[in-house]
């Protein structure tokens, strides 16, 4: 696979060939070398002016080594022929510090799958100027509704990042993508009536991101919430926005890795082939659709990506591995190992999360939901939801919903159920589906769940 | 030997200001990590890292221009500073000249963690493990992880600051996982400091024993309750509290932005008067403590409630100069790839007069929340969530069942004006903060506080 655009991405390619051929001379059996390179700009603004402006490159590299079932890794910014010498060194020692297990190693079937679109040629033609009235636009749009009294935060930024990977068998390939997204944080309301909202966009290019709407958005999350109060608890029907459905299924992706799996500490652990959800839910990680941000040729260590189906007609299809949990399971892998950066090795994780859209409007979910909750923000996820049993009791603020219509804003107030009655409770799936970047990579419309435990005053 | 020679950064730092701006800053960083995890009773995922880099801003009235690069060679610094200087458009400003580097209060490193042999490091986890599982045929799995980094930092700017640091820190943390009958519950306990490797050998083992105590004290647990209820929270990692539901409303990039329910609210009574709450960055081999904070800065003792009134926010640099205040040594970053902004350091309740006996019989019937599983607030509205991983219902002012799956709703302000008791048994526990995509280790402590009433959202049906 080439780099497109060229320029130093070849660079990086050869620091990756050498990183390996360096460690092969440090003794080990097998070796990869993992190198990162971007060109990265954010702009805040605040108050019609620049609040901070970075523009900055960074690299760094990876070296991930074998000997005798035994892993090692290690990782720096130094490329340099000496600099990649001393770093096989270190992971090889490294390597004599882990106990062997059989099945660590290479992925048998490296390659690369063809990926249109993950590189935008447009980026390269905006200049920082142009940047900032972009940012300027996102303010303009969140301040220019009567309900906004503050604007505290917006962000523009974008990237492009080359990735090469090489590895002792042989394995060489690179790619290269671009991304923007701008989001904005507005405030509406005074004093114990003030209540925030989030607007974001995300690109593969400041041309095609959207700043009025994302300032609108921003500004009517606010103003929707603005005023709220603790609710009684009850049971009810609940809405999850597109946010909030997003942030839930990346919790069930991380579920569905392999390796929480096979040690037992996910709650889907031999559940495979179950109907684990009703048929309205259809669930896929797709490292290769063409807009998402996770995609790319192959995965975190040379295996070619494809679409994964998890959850298709609420039946569980699969979990995702990685080579070494694929070897322990004694399957093929789904090309599924990710890379935080180039500071970590390669672990189990999900590329683009999609849900399959459904054919509802939000106004005719809401109008099936009847009398419930929309909710529109979640907190505390983490610790609020327990990964083995499933059980969860988080901090929501949102809508109540009454008669099939949005009515009065409410905070303070947690939702309570555990994940697998929530997923034999999705009634429906909404039509407007989005990239949201909350739980990974996740492309969700709204989704309606028949019942879950609201707790309040 | 320093990163960055005297008269370069003198140089990068005049380069820097060639087209104006108020203040110029050269931060250099080295930084070493070496981790290593075990599960299943393997050791694995052993990883070492080295990372040099330095980054240059200016500041320009309220705007700040920054750029970053990877190693510390002349021409890169020089390269950096360059770029960040073209974002402006005013005339050169000449800097003053460098003090002699100043470094702030030490924390001692008595066996350098880089000095312990791997080995000994993986027989550690070894030990956690068996430790963790000794007696307990419920304990079904134990992940345990250390974590040692070193990191170098040198800040120059052009206010003649010249400051230098060499934060060395170690962490040990280990989680159990217990299952009975289908009954599942995990217990996490951590030990961590900035310091050397003797903050984890000595018996490292009780940490995986308590670990494992939660766990197995868990699989009693019954479904926590739902409601307003009075609710005693425990010390050390219950100071999570306090860093969400007030510490961050105090940082003064959210206060000037009025995005701060704390804002202009400096001198109100917001507690009872036996409330009294710091930021201390210099307390002595803590895990949130440093010689200077990020921009060079001092580490101090900062009282942010005094008696119950509210009496100072966190402030990093630029914050400062806008309010017109000394900086508090509050400007922390990741590393050299991140903008300086304020964030707290070690922050916690100071002891009360009361036991934590007196203060659960006082309680009648309520929940004691003595470890957080984790928490998040919104600085705005000061809402906050914590999920509690270690609860008990008090009942009869006594504490009686273990509760599993309650979190904890509801505002800072309203938090300060309920505390009604405060224990003697401070205590800090090593966490990890995340602010504007940044993550810093951040002490969070106090003794036991009781709070008249909060909202317990429960899983019972």
Known sequence: VRAPGGGSGSDIEAAARLGVAAAVDAGVSDAEAWCEESVHR???????????????????????VFLDGRSGYAYGTDLSDRGLAGLAQVAAAAASVSDPDEHAGLPETPGAAEVEGLCSPGLVDWDNGRRLELALEVERAARAHAGVSQVDEVVYADAQERVALANSRGFAGGYETTSAYAWASALAGEGADLMTGLGLGLARDPGALDPGAIGDEAADRAIGLAGARQPKGRRCPVLLDSFVAASFVGFIGAMLAADAVQRGRSLFAGREGEEIATEALRLADDGTARDGPASAPFDGE?????????????????????????????????????????????????????????????????????????????????????????????????????????????????IASDLV????????????????????????????????????? | VSLVDHELARRVVERALVRGGDLAELYAEDRMTFGLGLEEGIVERPQAGAERGASVRVVSGDASYFGHVDGLEEAELVRVADSVARALRADARAPAALAAAAGGARHPVKTAPQEVEAA????????????????????????????????RVEIYNSDGTSAADDRTRVRLGVTVVARRNGIVETGHETRGGHGGFEIVAERPEEVAAEAARKALTMLDAREAPSGQMPVVVGNGFGGVLLHEAVGHGLEADHVQKRASVYAGRLGDELAPRFVTAYDDGSRRSEWGSDGVDDEGTPTQTTTVIEEGRLSSYLYDLVRARRDRVAPTGNGRRESFRHLPVPRMTN?????????????????????????????????????????????????GGKVTSPVRGATLVGNGLEVLRGIDGIAGDLDIATGYCGKAGQRVPAGVGQPHVRIRALTVGGTAA
């Open chain 1, 42 to 64: 954010e702009i805040r603004v605040y108050d019609g002016a620049v609040e901070s402006l970075t523009d900055a490159g960074s690299h760094g590299v990876g070296l991930r």
């Open chain 1, 302 to 414: 040379g295996s070619p990506r494809r679409r994964i189906p998890l959850i298709e007609r609420g039946r569980l299809e699969t979990y995702l591995f990685d080579a070494l949990t694929a070897r322990r399971a004694g399957r093929p892998g789904t090309a599924s190992a990710v890379r935080s950066s180039y500071r970590s090795p390669p672990s189990v994780g999900t590329s683009n999360l999609t849900i399959e859209p459904g054919d509802r409007t939000v106004d005719e979910l809401l109008l099936d939901a009847g009398d419930g909750l929309y909710v529109t923000d979640v907190a505390g996820l983490h610790s609020g939801v327990n990964p083995i049993s499933g059980t969860f009791s988080v901090g929501a603020s949102g809508r109540l919903i009454e008669d099939g219509e949005l009515a009065a804003p409410v905070r303070e107030l947690t």
């Open chain 1, 421 to 457: 009655s929530m997923l034999r409770g999705v009634r429906a799936v909404g039509s407007e589906a989005r990239w949201v970047p909350f739980g990974g990579s996740v492309h969700t419309a709204p989704v309606l769940i028949d019942e879950m435990t609201v707790s309040g005053a």
């Open chain 2, 120 to 151: 000994r490091k993986a027989e550690m986890l070894h030990a956690c493990d068996e430790r963790a599982r000794s007696g307990a045929p419920e304990v079904a799995q134990v992940i345990a992880s250390y974590a040692e980094s070193r990191r």
């Open chain 2, 347 to 395: 922050t916690f309740f100071a002891p009360g007069d009361a036991t934590p006996a007196e203060l659960i019989a006082g309680a009648a019937h309520g929940l004691y929340a003595v470890s957080f599983g984790g928490g998040q607030v919104e600085p705005a509205t000061g809402d906050f969530v914590f999920g509690v991983a270690e609860g008990y219902l008090i009942e």
